[in-house]
């Protein structure tokens, strides 16, 4: 299996937003303006994701695994970034930062498990 545009694009927007968000609790007491806008950046690639894959789904693109599990997995993913945002900006301390790179990170590894009830292959 050779990984899909959308999963290579969702790695480097988690990737990056890790990164941004470590830096950030390294350098800030709180969380600042770009650590929340790259969770925010992960919230609508993950937006664009959901009607890609119900666009190609719809189109007669079959799932390897079950479709249940794959559309749970999408919902989920869309919660968390939505939860570590209200986590930081209810709760202004440098550890808020930590909770936005997590986003990154949990998104990346239910992206690589999306991938494999898509495709199967490498991944499973």
């Known amino acids: ?6 999963f290579i ?14 830096i950030a609790t390294i ?10 806008l790259s969770v925010a950046a992960v919230e609508l690639f993950l937006i664009v994701y959901s009607i890609a ?3 190609r789904q719809l189109g007669g693109e079959a799932l390897v695994g ?18 570590a945002f209200w986590w930081a900006v209810t709760d202004k301390t440098r550890w808020s930062n930590l909770v936005l790179a997590a986003v990154g990170a949990t998104v990346f590894v239910m992206l690589v ?7 199967g292959g490498v991944f499973a």
């Open 53 to 55: 894959a119900a666009a």
């Open 66 to 83: 079950e479709a249940w599990e794959f559309w749970g997995y999408v919902f989920t993913a869309l919660i968390v970034p939505v939860a």
């Open 9 to 22: 694009a969702g790695a480097l927007v988690c990737l990056a937003s890790v990164v941004i968000s470590v």
């Open 1 to 6: 299996m050779i990984a899909s545009g959308f």
């Open 27 to 36: 350098f800030r007491n709180h969380p600042d303006d770009v650590a929340i």
């Open 113 to 119: 498990r999306m991938e494999q009830i898509w495709q």
